[in-house]
């Protein structure tokens, strides 16, 4: 007989294409059967063509989803569709997590919470600092200058190899946040308290460049929201500097708790069983 809490609990999803790899059915099982609770999560693939209308099966029920998270590609449609996306999502322009509530569907992002949850658990008192540096201007930027900014941080600079892609976050984000071209990396990184990397730089091992981090705070913080592998190159150079470093995983784990508590009712905890778990199957793979 399979678990009853799959059969009669609240169904959950995430969903992306592709989706096979992704790790949210880990992490929501894990909390699921460590809490005790009846409910399924499980990956459900859905490509650009079909997610309007998976969106409409979501809002009339026909789904048997109660919500779920939302991945490449759909965010941003996701975010277009939702009948009540939240003042979060509606700065970033795309969603994440998605819950049914009175009769309408509701929209989040949790990216940005999620990454200074990691940082909080980490490396606390990482946001004693007034100024910031941010490698690349793509999506997975928005929600990291979005909750930086969104703690108070005053100076907030974007240094990416196209400044004309930092300059439209800067005009989304407020005056607070200044675009750079790669060329003033060093200069913007005089006593900066904390440097984050959102590009793809040393992601799945590959070569990084080398990067002097001497400019920074003697007490600064490197992170790096790409978590394959954990110690990313850049995280490994600024260890090898002698600066303290987040990996990317906790942003993923803490992510995940803002939907699961929606869904399921009971506010779940990261902790180091989760991180091991996680750990683990990244080795497998």
Request: hydrophobic share 40%; net charge negative.
């Given at each position: 007989?399979?678990?009853?809490?799959?059969?009669?609990?609240?169904?959950?999803?995430?969903?992306?294409?592709?989706?096979?790899?992704?790790?949210?059915?880990?992490?929501?099982?894990?909390?699921?059967?460590?809490?005790?609770?009846?409910?399924?999560?499980?990956?459900?693939?859905?490509?650009?063509?079909?997610?309007?209308?998976?969106?409409?099966?979501?809002?009339?029920?026909?789904?048997?989803?109660?919500?779920?998270?939302?991945?490449?590609?759909?965010?941003?449609?996701?975010?277009?569709?939702?009948?009540?996306?939240?003042?979060?999502?509606?700065?970033?322009?795309?969603?994440?997590?998605?819950?049914?509530?009175?009769?309408?569907?509701?929209?989040?992002?949790?990216?940005?919470?999620?990454?200074?949850?990691?940082?909080?658990?980490?490396?606390?008192?990482?946001?004693?600092?007034?100024?910031?540096?941010?490698?690349?201007?793509?999506?997975?930027?928005?929600?990291?200058?979005?909750?930086?900014?969104?703690?108070?941080?005053?100076e907030i600079h974007v240094v990416n190899r196209t400044v004309e892609r930092a300059r439209e976050l800067a005009d989304r984000f407020g005056e607070?946040?200044?675009?750079?071209?790669?060329?003033?990396?060093?200069?913007?990184?005089?006593?900066?308290?904390?440097?984050?990397?959102?590009?793809?730089?040393?992601?799945?091992?590959?070569?990084?460049?080398?990067?002097?981090?001497?400019?920074?705070?003697?007490?600064?913080?490197?992170?790096?929201?790409?978590?394959?592998?954990?110690?990313?190159?850049?995280?490994?150079?600024?260890?090898?500097?002698?600066?303290?470093?987040?990996?990317?995983?906790?942003?993923?784990?803490?992510?995940?708790?803002?939907?699961?508590?929606?869904?399921?009712?009971?506010?779940?905890?990261?902790?180091?069983?989760?991180?091991?778990?996680?750990?683990?199957?990244?080795?497998?793979?």
């Amino acid at each position: 007989m399979g678990d009853s809490r799959e059969t009669f609990g609240p169904n959950a999803f995430v969903t992306g294409y592709p989706i096979k790899h992704s790790r949210s059915p880990l992490i929501h099982g894990h909390w699921l059967r460590t809490l005790d609770l009846a409910g399924n999560y499980r990956a459900h693939k859905v490509s650009p063509d079909d997610f309007p209308a998976f969106m409409a099966s979501l809002k009339d029920g026909t789904s048997g989803f109660i919500g779920g998270n939302v991945t490449i590609p759909h965010k941003e449609t996701a975010f277009k569709l939702a009948d009540r996306p939240d003042e979060l999502s509606e700065e970033l322009g795309a969603s994440n997590t998605l819950w049914l509530q009175d009769g309408l569907l509701h929209a989040t992002n949790t990216d940005g919470r999620g990454f200074t949850a990691n940082l909080d658990e980490r490396h606390p008192g990482w946001d004693r600092t007034d100024r910031v540096v941010i490698l690349g201007a793509g999506g997975a930027s928005r929600a990291v200058i979005q909750a930086v900014r969104n703690r108070g941080i005053g100076e907030i600079h974007v240094v990416n190899r196209t400044v004309e892609r930092a300059r439209e976050l800067a005009d989304r984000f407020g005056e607070r946040i200044h675009a750079h071209p790669m060329p003033a990396l060093d200069e913007v990184m005089q006593g900066a308290g904390l440097l984050v990397n959102t590009t793809s730089l040393g992601m799945d091992g590959e070569a990084a460049p080398q990067i002097d981090f001497s400019p920074l705070a003697e007490n600064a913080v490197v992170t790096d929201i790409v978590y394959v592998p954990l110690k990313t190159p850049l995280l490994a150079q600024a260890e090898e500097q002698g600066f303290a470093i987040v990996d990317g995983l906790g942003m993923l784990l803490h992510q995940a708790v803002p939907g699961f508590e929606k869904w399921f009712g009971k506010r779940p905890v990261v902790d180091e069983e989760l991180r091991a778990l996680i750990i683990a199957d990244m080795e497998k793979h």
